[in-house]
């Protein structure tokens, strides 16, 4: 149980488009899900927290004009990264964590490797 | 505040000898500890977790972790490892009633033929 999707797995875009990367909880309500970001050779890097019905929580330095979130449902989270540019070409992973038992740990979807020529 | 260190960044090792990669946390509350691993171009599998308990927790694919929190460590460790090992592995802490999870920076596990 307690799997976690993401959508697409790989997309390529040209400079100045808008990519969207959905995020679902399948098998279980996602109270909170997280987005990060992880370039070449380094660790996650938090980006945003969201809740399910409210706005989410961004994490310093994160343009929240620039990468939308919206947390519509308990099963999904969408990740928009809007006007990408080359320097936002990197691999983005969302998790989630459920209710009770499944708040003690978050899920991790499988990633999206973005890359912006 | 939180905080994970895993000192070493790259551990080589032979293939069926032991490893143990490194992790330590700072916390002034309890916490959960996580280990997880990475293959290329994929995203993160848990390998195992302490939420509270045996200090002696076991995880898949043969590998252990012993929470000491006297030394606020949490090691990962496989008595013998396998080519099928490599891959990047990272340590997370979660402190109590804190939602976010903070990653340390990375081990990457070569396993030497």
């Known amino acids: 149980g307690a799997v976690v999707s993401q959508h697409p797995s790989w997309v390529i875009c040209k400079s100045g488009t808008s990519v969207k990367i959905e995020c679902r909880s399948l098998?279980?309500?996602?109270?909170?899900m997280f987005w990060y970001r992880q370039f070449p050779k380094q660790s996650l890097m938090l980006m945003a927290t969201s809740n399910e019905g409210s706005k989410a929580t961004y994490e310093q330095g994160v343009e929240k004009d620039k990468f939308l979130i919206n947390h519509a449902s308990l099963t999904l989270s969408t990740l928009t990264v809007t006007s990408a540019h080359p320097e936002d070409s990197s691999f983005y992973i969302c998790?989630?964590?459920?209710?009770?038992?499944?708040?003690?740990?978050?899920?991790f979807g499988p990633g999206t490797r973005l890359t912006v020529l | 505040a939180q905080s994970v260190t895993q000192l070493d960044s790259q551990v080589p090792v032979f293939e069926e000898a032991p490893v143990e990669l490194r992790c330590n946390y700072s916390s002034s509350v309890s916490v959960y500890l996580f280990w997880y691993v990475q293959y290329p171009n994929q995203g993160l599998q848990l390998l195992l977790k302490?939420?509270?308990?045996?200090?002696l927790v076991k995880g898949i694919n043969g590998f252990e972790a012993e929470f000491n929190k006297s030394q606020t460590s949490f090691h990962l460790r496989k008595p013998s490892v396998h080519i099928s090992d490599t891959a990047e592995y990272f340590c997370a802490v979660n402190s109590g009633g804190y939602q976010k999870v903070t990653f340390g920076t990375g081990t990457k596990l070569q396993v030497i033929p």
């Open positions: 302490y939420l509270s308990g045996s200090t």
């Open positions: 998790s989630a964590r459920g209710p009770g038992q499944l708040g003690n740990e978050q899920f």
């Open positions: 098998d279980f309500q996602a109270t909170t």
